[in-house]
């Protein structure tokens, strides 16, 4: 038992009767604790015999001792008081065990500073906060008495010490976790990790120094933030900025992340941070030109004028740049958020995982994710505990997250007491163990040196850390806000409170380090720059959007053209085959599951038959021949390897030793394939899955829901990010969103993906969302994905009892050369496929059917039933953008039509009729067809999505099948 782990979690008194019961029976305690008290018994002994002269001569003796024989160092249970001395000024049995009990004490206070040292520690610049003196903290309570305070004390090692007085024991652990920095640690449960965080900050000669150059450079960035912002505020007054007032100790800490990342291997940050302090770090951190920030201010746009989209306001805005530090160049991208607080964190990391991937950082100490946070959202917003969820599993890791919350003791006007349950924000960073830098935002120092500490431990171990920088919010909410209406006695501290330009600055004028003038030069001198700037920001114009940098190059924007967008998508029939062995071969001696089996076996027939390929299977080739071009495929979510439905199969699972088998990760050794069980969230997965995709053009990467209405719990990233990011940020993703959709009458949660919502969505060309009906269409609209020279969201609703449905199945010849994507499809009775009905001349059909996914089967199945040959039922499989030329010229072979209908399983409010119908009507108006406008089949509006009742189900759906074919046109 290690001689301080030992007493984790255990109180004095507990400690000291343990060890009178070990001093009468050694044996009756147990063997870690024997093995405890004998070392320390045994190293008391020692630094008697050979420690310091004090020791030797004036070890500490209770006021009864007058013995004079004792024990050497080398044995520890002699109990005759007669037996000789060994050596010069060796103790006797009881002094040791007295001065153990003395030891055993001071170790268990230097514990209790450890766990609780950070309550009495001086956090709030304000000086509101009331910390009452903590009792566990006194000496008193571990037998200290004021008379005691220059007794030596036998330390084992303990605060990087073998004896010390308790007097300095205490100055060392008051500095060390009562000023400035509170550290919480103790929670961690690595031994290393936590004997790590002591070894940089326990001991005689762990004060935090700075060089007077060091501390020069810090004051340079705290003019810089002060300046910039009360710059802002005179040039634009009452403009919201957002401002980092009060926090500008954030700066430079910042600049200490990248200047001690660059030392320990780091070569790229990707940054995520909420709208106060933005325009800060672009300008000061980021370096994007003060002019560019003015002239945004000025109405100006942060893109060229021949670049459309909506913009967005300037304190969402990312940016990248390159810094050098001590010649280590340091790449830094800050990524574009709304006002969705935290909504940015998943992205970020997801973003540095690709770039990992990219760089070959196996070892993740390249790129390291950066995120800055306020308390209020830090403590209330779930998808911070999402993060950390994600944090250490295989698929999602990103050795490890810097946190850095800028603790403004306030959530918008929402005090602390009112806006979380635990006594400090960073709390919910315990779950996974990161250790917790509390720091005074007033003592710039302590705050670099915190990141300094914070930025080592990342990239020692790998893991996630937190600055929690208590600091506070000059003005408002924003700079219209009046914060005293909720917060009198706070904004009452704050206008007389000093900047801490002003604190620091009079601090190094104390220390001899500068002057008054010198002060006052540095502020003029960088005025003038910014007021150069302003000047040039007038006339400034952005020259070149940032969209195809990088990993970007070669890619570009989407033509308007349908017929531009096709893509190759067909695969040798070679290739396809190749694939089909890869997808079925069983490692030898790999026990497969008897029904897994079953299903190899059936799939070795499809490609035997060249017939009845399945959906699952159709992925499958997808994600084969992209990987044997040389793409990447990652595809995560809730039960991905086996499918929701038991349909994938991606991962075989030895049914004795439970290894693991991915066949698609053997069909190109060069190309990278993952398949994911998630966390079970949405939130924050769909954002990583998206981030993934901002960095990484080239990887066809897909995020499957259990059910498509899970993807709820996600909207934010939907309606924020993915549907938007592009008109607002110019940043494209490819991003594959899978959402198993249709009515078999499992209810309202297991029904619906809510497809209105993406088409409500749509416009601009921001994305595309289908709902195919095929196999081999799904197979070409994934491929698709890849093989077009920009990159798109695709919003794919997807099968259930489909993935087994008789009818649909694809022949191989539609997987092979010159087959692709459609976006209308036919009706299988004049294709020869899944019908034996002969369909009417096309001048002698009636009655058009157009609807979308499964529901097709349905009608098929009745219409074929019916021998209603004039009817024509045709597929719309990509909603948006909507087919427009290609509807068109399906529908100009049916001059004859009398009725158009658009059927649907969804209730009426729901679905794509709100969507649909009028687009379908202007083709059929220029068309100048009879029927002109279309008639709704499905079931009427609903505030459910569907009803509950398996019975009920049958009957509604019974109704709108009869009601599609059987409605007429309005006259």
Avoid at 456 to 485: A, L, T
Avoid at 586 to 595: A, G, L, S, Y
Wanted: with cysteine.
């Amino acid at each position: 038992m290690d001689r301080f782990e030992a007493l984790e979690g255990v109180s004095p008194a507990f400690v000291e009767t343990l060890y009178e019961n070990y001093c009468a029976d050694p044996s009756s305690v147990d063997a870690g604790w024997r093995d405890y008290f004998a070392g320390l018994e045994g190293g008391v002994a020692a630094n008697a015999v050979s420690g310091p002269s004090w020791a030797r001569s004036d070890w500490p003796l209770r006021p009864d001792d007058d013995r004079t024989t004792g024990l050497d160092g080398s044995d520890m249970f002699i109990e005759d008081k007669e037996k000789p001395s060994s050596g010069k000024g060796a103790l006797a049995v009881e002094d040791v065990r007295a001065a153990t009990i003395d030891s055993i004490r001071a170790l268990m206070m230097v514990r209790t500073y450890r766990v609780r040292g950070h309550l009495m520690a001086n956090l709030d610049p304000l000086g509101l906060e009331d910390r009452p003196q903590h009792p566990e903290l006194e000496p008193g309570t571990y037998g200290f008495s004021a008379g005691d305070l220059d007794r030596p004390i036998f330390l084992d090692g303990v605060l990087g010490l073998d004896v010390a007085t308790v007097r300095e024991i205490l100055a060392i652990l008051k500095r060390t976790y009562c000023s400035n920095l509170g550290v919480e640690f103790m929670h961690i449960n690595d031994p290393e990790e936590k004997s790590w965080i002591q070894r940089k900050i326990e001991g005689r000669d762990k004060e935090i120094q700075f060089t007077d150059k060091g501390k020069l450079a810090i004051l340079n960035k705290l003019v810089e933030a002060e300046q910039f912002e009360k710059f802002l505020g005179r040039k634009y007054t009452g403009t919201k900025r957002f401002g980092l007032d009060g926090g500008e100790s954030m700066v430079p800490a910042l600049e200490a992340i990248m200047k001690t990342g660059g030392q320990f291997g780091l070569e790229e940050i990707v940054i995520g941070m909420p709208h106060r302090g933005r325009l800060n770090v672009l300008a000061n951190v980021m370096q994007k030109p003060y002019r560019a920030i003015f002239n945004e201010f000025h109405g100006g746009s942060f893109k060229p004028d021949d670049v459309q989209g909506s913009g967005d306001v300037k304190y969402h805005l990312g940016t990248s740049s390159d810094r050098d530090f001590d010649g280590n160049k340091i790449h830094l991208s800050l990524t574009a958020n709304p006002s969705h607080l935290e909504a940015v964190n998943p992205v970020v990391i997801g973003k540095v995982r690709a770039k990992q991937a990219q760089r070959e950082d196996k070892d993740r100490t390249k790129v390291l994710s950066l995120l800055l946070h306020g308390d209020a959202a830090f403590a209330g917003q779930g998808i911070i505990a999402e993060c950390f969820a994600m944090s250490g599993l295989n698929g999602y890791n990103t050795g490890g997250t810097i946190h850095f919350i800028v603790n403004n003791q306030i959530g918008f006007t929402t005090s602390p007491q009112f806006s979380r349950s635990s006594p400090y924000p960073s709390d919910v960073a315990k779950m996974v163990q990161a250790p917790i830098f509390h720091v005074n935002g007033d003592d710039p120092e302590a705050v670099v040196y915190a990141t300094k500490l914070a930025t080592e431990f990342r990239q020692e171990f790998k893991r996630d850390v937190v600055i929690d920088m208590i600091c506070y919010r000059r003005f408002g909410h924003n700079e219209s806000d009046e914060p005293s209406f909720t917060q009198p006695i706070m904004y009452a501290a704050i206008k007389k409170h000093p900047f801490v330009t002003k604190l620091y600055s009079d601090r190094l004028k104390s220390e001899g380090i500068l002057t008054d003038a010198m002060v006052a030069q540095m502020e003029q001198d960088f005025t003038s720059y910014l007021d150069g700037e302003f000047e040039a920001a007038r006339d400034y114009k952005v020259n070149e959007a940032d969209w195809f940098a990088g990993k970007w190059q070669g890619m570009g924007l989407a033509s308007s053209d349908p017929e531009a967008r096709r893509a190759e998508t067909g695969v040798a029939e070679i290739a396809l085959r190749e694939v089909g062995q890869a997808l079925t071969a069983i490692p030898e001696n790999f026990n497969v599951h008897r029904t897994l089996k079953r299903v190899l076996d059936q799939k070795d027939k499809m490609f035997e038959t060249n017939k009845g390929i399945d959906w699952a299977t159709a992925e499958a080739l997808a994600f084969g021949t992209l990987l044997r071009e040389g793409y990447g495929v990652r595809l995560s979510g809730q039960d991905c390897g086996r499918g929701t439905f038991s349909q994938r199969h991606a991962v075989f699972v030895d049914q004795k030793t439970e290894e693991r088998f991915i066949p698609l990760q053997h069909v190109n050794d060069e190309a990278h394939f993952e398949v994911l069980d998630s966390p079970l969230s949405e939130y924050g997965v769909l954002g990583f899955e998206y981030g993934y995709t901002l960095a990484e053009p080239k990887t066809l990467t897909l995020w499957e829901a259990q059910f498509g209405d899970f993807a709820n719990g996600a909207q934010i990233m939907i309606d924020q990010f993915i549907c938007s990011a592009e008109a607002k940020w110019l940043r494209m993703s490819g991003l594959v969103m899978l959402l198993p959709h249709g009515y078999e009458g499992q209810g309202p949660e297991h029904s619906s993906a809510r497809l209105e919502r993406y088409l409500q969505l749509s416009a601009e060309d921001n994305w595309q969302v289908a709902n195919c009906t095929t196999p081999a269409n799904y197979y070409h609209i994934l491929r698709r994905q890849m093989h077009r020279k920009f990159r798109k969201p695709l919003i794919l609703m997807t099968p259930k009892s489909l993935l087994r449905h008789k009818k649909c199945t694809s022949g191989l010849e539609e997987f092979g050369p010159g087959s692709q994507f459609h976006r209308v499809l036919w009706d299988d009775a004049e294709k020869g496929g899944g019908s034996d009905l002969v369909l009417a001349k096309d001048s002698d059909i009636k009655r058009v059917i157009v609807c979308s996914g499964k529901v097709y089967f349905d009608i098929l199945e009745e219409r074929d039933r019916l021998r209603q040959s004039d009817t024509y039922i045709l597929r719309i499989e990509q909603l948006f953008p909507f087919p427009e030329a290609a509807f068109a010229k399906e529908m100009s072979r049916f001059t004859g039509v009398e009725t158009v209908v658009w059927c649907q399983e969804e209730p009426r409010n729901q679905g794509s009729w709100h969507y649909i119908n009028e687009l379908i009507e202007d083709v059929l108006v220029d068309l100048n067809l009879k029927a002109n406008r279309p008639v709704y089949a499905g079931r009427k509006a609903s505030a459910s999505t569907a009803t509950g009742l398996a019975s009920k189900h049958a009957t509604e759906q019974a109704a709108l099948i009869n009601d599609a074919l059987t409605i007429e046109s309005k006259r």
